[in-house]
């Protein structure tokens, strides 16, 4: 102790011993928030059995399959007209005996944005992939890479799972994670491919089995729900941004807006209200945020479609979680 007293006697030694340690322990904080590897879940290879999706009847029968509350049909269930919308730059299409896909660009206020309109024959094309088939914290790649790995035709960005520790998460069948937080909204998507806004605090495990949920996303916020604008929490963000979103508009007919942002070049992107505007007017009941920002990545037939950026200089994409994706037929 004798010497220990000693070696700290001249204030010095003191000085560049505390700083050496400040060092080590920002150095730590740096490598756990970029780049150690924390495993949070596995995902199996298959849905686990109380969701056997290669045997159900993926069709409900005499059911509102849009809609929460049969007490608010959309506009398009009400025989109403419409919005008008300008045709756009058509970017891709695809058809085959289960998919029909097509791609748009747009131009809005805050710079370009891209709408996917899909159809499916059944829910078992509207799947997500995990990096590595797991969900933890800086197991990541780019969208790409995810899509590619997964046999994709078309994919865009999830909801980044594996950047916070909770939320309610589930995939393809299986629940990953059950961690709810107050004021949050999970979107669950049935195995009839419907879309259900359910309060995260509702959402136990018997809650999901309840619902028959086939994926669970925890991000948000809501942007439509039973056919208006329902923007879930107000403390969002009011700047534009690049933004994901997806929203049901029929039974297994889907749309997905992935916006631009955060460049000079590019412009700034899309508000909240904006991006549920733009759903709404496309006959979306139901539609919820997803991550957007550098995350904001749309893909198609091996290319990245529109400008990923996270700070405004890196044009390029960001490596990320978790994507939805349709497969190759």
């Known amino acids: 102790m004798a010497r220990i007293a000693s070696f700290f006697a001249k204030p010095f030694r003191y000085t560049v011993c505390f700083a050496l340690v400040l060092i080590l322990f920002t150095v730590y904080v740096f490598l756990d928030v970029f780049y150690l590897e924390k495993l949070y879940a596995v995902m199996e290879e298959s849905p686990v059995d109380f969701y056997d999706l290669y045997s159900i009847e993926t069709t409900k029968p005499n059911e509102n399959p849009v809609s929460n509350s049969e007490e608010n049909p959309s506009a398009a269930e009400q025989g109403e007209e419409m919005p008008y919308i300008e045709p756009g730059i058509r970017l891709a299409t695809y058809v085959d005996d289960n998919i029909e896909l097509t791609i748009e660009q747009f131009e809005g206020e805050g710079g370009s944005f891209f709408v996917a309109e899909v159809k499916l024959s059944s829910v078992n ?8 088939g797991q969900l933890g914290k800086n197991i990541t790649a780019p969208t790409s890479e995810i899509a590619e790995d997964n046999n994709a035709l078309f994919a865009i960005s999830g909801d980044y799972a594996g950047y916070n520790e909770r939320g309610v998460i589930a995939r393809n069948g299986q629940i990953l994670r059950v961690a709810p937080r107050e004021g949050q909204y999970g979107l669950v998507v049935d195995i009839y491919g419907d879309f259900l806004m359910i309060p995260e605090i509702e959402l136990t495990e018997e809650k999901l089995r309840e619902v028959n949920a086939l994926h669970c996303f925890s991000l948000g ?104 994706y349709i497969p190759r037929g």
């Open 125 to 132: 094309y509207l799947r997500t992939a995990l990096h590595k």
């Open 221 to 324: 916020p809501t942007l439509v729900v039973d056919g208006e604008i329902n923007i879930s929490v107000s403390n969002v963000s009011v700047k534009r941004n690049p933004r994901t979103a997806i929203g049901q508009k029929g039974p297994l007919h889907y749309i997905f807006i992935v916006t631009n942002g955060r460049s000079n070049e590019i412009r700034s992107g899309m508000l909240f209200p904006e991006l549920a505007e733009e759903l709404l007017k496309r006959g979306c009941t139901m539609a919820y945020n997803l991550d957007g920002g550098g995350t904001s990545t749309i893909w198609y037939d091996g290319e990245v479609i529109n400008t990923p950026s996270t700070n405004g200089v890196d044009l390029k994409e960001r490596n990320i979680s978790d994507i939805v």
